[in-house]
């Protein structure tokens, strides 16, 4: 696919990052990542997708270099408050603490790096107060802190922490 | 034997027998309740048509709402669809009492509730490589050339775009098939992925993607199109599929 992320693990690389997070769940079930009720899994699904299907591949880096250089902030700007549009209304049903009930879950990993993008592309996040609520009490969390872009090796100093 | 409850429904959703098409204004109809779920569908749709497969395949009865993509500026924007699916897109599939969207998020729910025949192997590791193709068909080729995003690059570029996408993405599948497939995409056995596979493939067609680069995606969809799950749910079967495109 020639993209990151891949997890060489078990003998076996897999890409795309909810594949590998569904098999890190399987077969390291412990903390859970997605809730034991098949009603609350599709919601987690379901919001994890829209991330993962309906915003971030139409912001991506080639997808951005293929709208070309003038048009691409608004373009970003369009798709990903398009998205969150939805993502807004739907966690009116679904959201407790974070985006599905009290518990961390994939959705949630889904949802911070997608505000990350948000921020970068200068979108106002007014509208969605649930989105940025949410955001702000994963971000408190130490696996999302140390998991951070900017506390990774590979980030430039101008971006460090 | 009672008779049938009948209710009217309420303003805010029209509820059809199946086949019948989502309207957005109207005077709401007497309908019999009905407990099967409803799946909205657009005949054209890939995502739709994973998931049609995957109730055919799942022997699960089903109604029908189809909500045209085009017609009357598109149905999905119309109130009542953005009631039930916020993100204005088919497949939604009303079941259980929830709505779910995402077409792999539907069939996950689909095979954790329903779970014979299996769309996903028991081995973990078969498992990651079927959602992997899933992801890669989902997440990394269609949403690239959908509807909303091909009139955002203009009609000029529209072809070209689309072909680029779905070549780029086919030349990464092609690969990843080498160490995963057998008869199907994983194994032998139909997945998930093979849901993705064989809408993915007539879109490629739609847009005269030249597929000969790709000669084990052309003989898993060919093996998959004999299934007949795959021809029920098929495009040119469906309820609102237009005249001049019907089987």
Request: with cysteine.
């Amino acid at each position: 696919m020639k993209q990151v992320p891949a997890l060489k693990i078990d003998g076996i690389t897999i890409g795309q990052s909810l594949a590998i997070i569904e098999y890190l769940e399987e077969t390291r079930p412990t903390p859970r990542l997605l809730p034991q009720d098949p009603k609350k899994r599709a919601h987690v699904r379901m919001i994890s997708d829209l991330i993962a299907s309906g915003i971030q591949p139409l912001q991506n880096l080639s997808v951005l270099k293929q709208v070309g250089q003038e048009k691409q902030l608004s373009w970003a700007q369009q798709v990903i408050s398009s998205g969150f549009n939805a993502l807004e209304r739907i966690l009116q049903s679904t959201a407790g603490k974070y985006c599905v009930g009290d518990e961390v879950s994939m959705a949630d990993l889904c949802l911070v790096p997608q505000v990350a993008n948000a921020d970068r592309y200068k979108v106002d996040l007014t509208p969605y107060p649930t989105i940025s609520r949410i955001n702000k009490s994963l971000l408190t969390l130490e696996a999302f802190q140390v998991s951070h872009p900017c506390r990774q090796p590979d980030t430039p100093p101008e971006l460090r922490a | 034997m009672g008779s049938t409850p009948f209710r009217v429904p309420p303003p805010t959703l029209q509820l059809c027998e199946r086949g019948r098409s989502l309207r957005g204004q109207g005077s709401p109809r007497t309908m019999t309740e009905s407990s099967k779920p409803i799946l909205y569908s657009y005949f054209r749709s890939s995502c739709s048509w994973r998931v049609r497969i995957a109730l055919a395949l799942k022997s699960i009865d089903y109604e029908m709402v189809t909500v045209n993509l085009i017609k009357d500026g598109g149905q999905q924007f119309s109130e009542e669809f953005q009631a039930l699916n916020p993100m204005k897109q088919v497949p939604a599939l009303k079941i259980d009492g929830i709505t779910i969207g995402q077409s792999l998020a539907i069939i996950e729910y689909l095979e954790e509730t329903r779970p014979t025949p299996r769309l996903l192997p028991q081995d973990p590791k078969k498992r990651a490589h079927v959602r992997m193709i899933s992801d890669l068909i989902a997440s990394g080729i269609q949403p690239l050339q959908n509807l909303s995003v091909l009139k955002q690059v203009g009609q000029e570029k529209q072809l070209s775009w689309a072909q680029q996408v779905i070549s780029s993405g086919f030349n990464a599948l092609e690969r990843i098939l080498q160490s995963t497939a057998g008869k199907y995409c994983v194994g032998d056995e139909v997945s998930m992925a093979d849901l993705c596979l064989v809408p993915q493939v007539a879109n490629a067609d739609r847009y005269k993607v030249d597929l000969t680069p790709y000669p084990t995606i052309s003989r898993i969809n060919k093996s998959l199109l004999t299934l007949e799950a795959f021809q029920v749910s098929h495009p040119c079967r469906q309820p609102d599929t237009p005249p001049e495109l019907r089987a």
